[in-house]
Structure formats: structure tokens, C-alpha cells
């Protein structure tokens, strides 16, 4: 099993930034990519950013030159450090860690709005 726990969500202007974190607990080892999906109101859940366990990342196109995902594998965390946030990036983001099965955090709101 493995455990996910998001923070760092909130409110922010357009424009502004914020840094989500998620932290990994468990069978870790066993996990070869994480990733940050987001799922906006009324809208379907979506892939934001993804990185394996040998650092190869990919992003959504809406998200380019704006999101960056990262991990620290001392500490067991992944980052999705959001610059130029839009509102519509508004949305709850859910952590992911796919090993045999697929884990997902709890989720954590992110406003953008003025």
C-alpha cells in the first residue's frame, strides 16, 4: 500500500503562485511515477503533470512553461510548483503514484480568482 498526502492548495490571484507538495508513505520502492492530476468543477479529472521514477517528465499543454513538477527522493516528495496561474487552472489537484496499483491522495483545492 501506499499513502499520499497533498498540501499547499489555497487562494490565489491571477497571475500568482503556489507550490503543492505531496508526500509518500508506504510500500515506496515499489512506485515508478508520480504525477499531479487536477479536476476542475463539472469537468472530468485530467492528467497536469507526471514525472517516473528515472526523471523523464511531461506536462499537459495547458500547463507548459507555467508548471513544474519535481521530486526529492531523500524526502519521499513530489513538488508541481505553479507559476502564472490562471483561473482557469482552478480546480482540486489530486497526487498520484502508480506502482502495480494506482494511489491517489485526497486532493487538495486550488482558487484562482480576483
Known amino acids: 500500500q501506499v499513502q499520499l498526502v497533498e498540501s499547499g492548495g489555497g487562494l490565489v490571484q491571477p497571475g500568482g503562485s503556489l507550490r503543492l507538495s505531496c508526500a509518500a508513505s508506504?510500500?515506496?520502492?515499489?512506485?515508478?511515477?508520480m504525477g499531479w492530476y487536477r479536476q476542475p468543477p463539472g469537468k472530468q479529472r485530467e492528467l497536469v503533470a507526471a514525472?517516473?521514477?528515472?526523471?523523464?517528465?511531461n506536462y499537459v499543454d495547458s500547463v507548459k512553461g507555467r508548471f513544474t513538477i519535481s521530486r526529492d527522493n531523500a524526502k519521499n516528495l513530489v513538488y508541481l510548483q505553479m507559476n502564472g496561474l490562471k483561473p482557469e487552472d482552478t480546480a482540486v489537484y489530486y497526487c498520484?503514484?502508480?506502482?502495480?496499483?494506482?494511489?491517489w491522495g485526497q486532493g487538495t483545492q486550488v482558487t484562482v480568482s480576483s
Open positions: 498520484n503514484a502508480k506502482s502495480l496499483k494506482s494511489y
Open positions: 508506504g510500500i515506496i520502492n515499489s512506485i515508478y511515477a
Open positions: 514525472i517516473t521514477s528515472g526523471g523523464n517528465v
